[in-house]
């Protein structure tokens, strides 16, 4: 009988949503595309677009927690530096859950502004 391990669902889990977001955006992402990963935790997704899709990803979350070299912006004051239309994607990848309402609005309201084309990808309200 084989045991799985807390690690072993953990990377499981993590695989299978990379595959499931990786999925989700072929076909959008193009090679050379500029993209900003908003809520980008350690970086474990945008170095899975940027490698899969050979694009430009930068971070951007409230505290640097990556693990990748990324580009790095700390929201929220990274909103204001940032110019209109300076990345051909914006992704939010399970972050907007993680958000109050009017910030959550706040957020969008900035991705649309910063982003040629905003992605979203959440398994939360």
């Not at 499931?20 to 959008?28: A, H, I, K, P, T």
Request: proline share 4%.
């Amino acid at each position: 009988m084989q045991t799985h391990s807390k690690e072993n669902n953990n990377a499981f889990v993590c695989s299978w949503r990379e595959k499931q977001l990786l999925d989700g955006y072929r076909g959008e992402i193009n090679s050379g595309s500029s993209v900003l990963d908003v809520g980008c935790g350690n970086g474990t997704i945008g170095k899975a677009v940027a490698d899969a899709f050979h694009a430009n990803v930068e971070g951007a979350d409230v505290v640097n927690m990556l693990s990748f070299p990324l580009p790095f912006h700390a929201l929220p004051d990274a909103w204001n530096t940032l110019q209109d239309r300076a990345f051909d994607f914006v992704m939010l990848n399970d972050a907007l859950h993680h958000m109050q309402p009017e910030i959550q609005i706040s957020t969008l309201r900035h991705a649309l502004r910063v982003g040629k084309k905003v992605l979203i990808f959440d398994t939360h309200p």
